[in-house]
């Protein structure tokens, strides 16, 4: 009976560098679609809400 390889180990190798590149890639997107879906946006937050600064300067000032 003959002893078959199935594979190269330098076939091996560069598929599974290849599955983890893949799977990095794909990581990557993932983080990065759901920042983008995320419902409330930092933006969002920042102009639906007045800051302190802007109501502080908007404050008239007593005339003595």
């Not at 990095?24 to 007045?50: I, M, N, R, T």
Request: aromatic share 8%; glycine share 6%.
């Amino acid at each position: 009976m003959k002893n078959s390889v199935w594979f190269s180990p330098r076939g091996a190798r560069r598929g599974v560098l290849l599955a983890a590149l893949a799977a990095a890639l794909w990581c990557s997107w993932a983080v990065g679609y759901l920042q983008g879906s995320s419902p409330e946006d930092e933006s969002a937050k920042h102009a639906s809400q007045p800051s302190k600064v802007q109501s502080v300067c908007c404050v008239p000032t007593p005339s003595t």
